[in-house]
């Protein structure tokens, strides 16, 4: 079955150490997102990518990045991790605009 | 500026009645409203949408309504169960991407 996939499901760090998260989809989905749960603030999209080689920044794009180099796949680096990028991330794709987008199962991030 | 607004930050509701959770927004210009569902500790999952075009979509226990005058759109479900009992999320998809409101935890009481 197709599928998404995070990694890790969980990660403590620490300060301004460089930090990448995972995202795998098999559906070979066009658009895939970067999203951050916080209490409080809900689901805000991190950046996103509509294909290869595209990316976008979104709400709140400081402090992350993001690069497309194949459809599968969508790597979250945190260049140099900060205490407020303590949260809940989760990846999401979908295959065009009138499709819901699927989500990971999300990756617990703790920077101390 | 917040562009989906879900001003109701949790919702008790007893078991067979009904649940309505809410969701305004800003601009005028979208092409889909989508409702998530979200348990602890597990991604969101979608739950029904509803496009610029329509009024009102339905689909088994859950109805989304739009009213586009007063830019607001509501979730009811009937009849409400105890697996219902999650935070819902309200997304606005303009330009194939997602923006959510802050979401809405939803109790089912016994």
């Known amino acids: 079955d197709a599928e998404i996939t995070q990694s890790p499901r969980h990660k403590i760090t620490e300060t301004g150490r460089q930090v990448t998260l995972a995202c795998h989809q098999t559906?070979?989905?066009?658009?895939m997102f970067w999203y951050r749960q916080d209490l409080g603030h809900g689901l805000r999209l991190i950046h996103y990518?509509?294909?290869?080689?595209?990316?976008n920044k979104g709400e709140v794009s400081d402090g992350y990045s993001v690069s497309r180099s194949n459809t599968e796949d969508l790597p979250l680096t945190l260049e140099s991790a900060a205490s407020s990028q303590t949260s809940v991330y989760f990846c999401?794709?979908?295959?065009?605009?009138?499709?819901?987008?699927?989500f990971g199962q999300g990756t617990r991030l703790t920077v101390v | 500026d917040q562009q989906v607004k879900q001003n109701s930050p949790s919702l008790s509701v007893q078991e067979g009645r009904i649940s309505i959770l809410n969701c305004d927004y800003t601009?005028?210009?979208?092409?889909?409203f989508l409702w998530y569902k979200k348990y602890p500790a597990e991604g969101p999952t979608f739950l029904i949408s509803?496009?610029?075009?329509?009024d009102k979509n339905e689909d088994g226990r859950f109805t989304v309504f739009l009213n586009k005058s007063a830019k607001h759109l509501s979730l009811h479900i009937v009849p409400s169960q105890p697996g219902d009992s999650a935070v819902y999320f309200c997304?606005?998809?303009?330009?194939?991407?997602?923006?959510f409101g802050k979401g809405t935890r939803l109790h089912i009481l016994p």
């Open positions: 601009n005028s210009m979208f092409d889909y």
């Open positions: 559906w070979n989905h066009n658009n």
């Open positions: 990518s509509y294909g290869v080689h595209d990316t």
């Open positions: 997304g606005e998809n303009r330009d194939d991407k997602i923006i």
């Open positions: 509803i496009s610029s075009i329509k």
């Open positions: 999401a794709s979908s295959r065009d605009r009138v499709a819901e987008a699927f």
